[in-house]
């Protein structure tokens, strides 16, 4: 059973910073890609993250990049999604994601399974 556990989530002030982690069980890591996305009330699930576990290639969104990282620590079968200077509309519900073939997408349905969900505000 494939299971996505997030954590990390909180209330930080702009220009703060976040560790989120999705650990993960029940899969073959070195055969997925995983991917951090984000749903802010009202609005479409957007892609935020994407790292493939085989070959370490990195997809980051625009308007992230600078400021937000992805990693992975294999042992732990855990990936993070580092996140500093925090703006106003970061603030949304994150989601971890494994997409089962080939690498990270931006397609929200490409992904095979997801986690719960943990909450990000960002206040000023």
């Known amino acids: 059973q494939v299971q996505l556990v997030e954590s990390g989530g909180g209330v930080v002030q702009a220009g703060g910073s976040l560790r989120l982690s999705c650990a993960a069980s029940?899969?073959?890591?070195?055969?997925?890609?995983m991917g951090w996305f984000r749903q802010a009330p009202g609005k479409e699930r957007e892609f935020v993250a994407g790292?493939?576990?085989?070959?370490?290639?990195?997809s980051l969104a625009d308007s992230v990049k600078g400021r937000f990282t992805i990693s992975t620590n294999n042992a732990k079968n855990t990936v993070y999604l580092q996140m500093n200077s925090l703006k106003l509309e970061d603030t949304a519900v994150y989601y971890c994601?494994?997409?089962?073939?080939?690498?990270?997408?931006?397609?929200?349905?490409?992904?095979?399974?997801w986690g719960q969900g943990t909450q990000v505000t960002v206040s000023s």
């Open positions: 994601a494994v997409r089962d073939y080939g690498g990270a997408s931006y397609i929200p349905r490409e992904y095979r399974y």
């Open positions: 790292i493939s576990w085989s070959t370490g290639s990195i």
């Open positions: 029940g899969l073959t890591f070195t055969r997925y890609s």
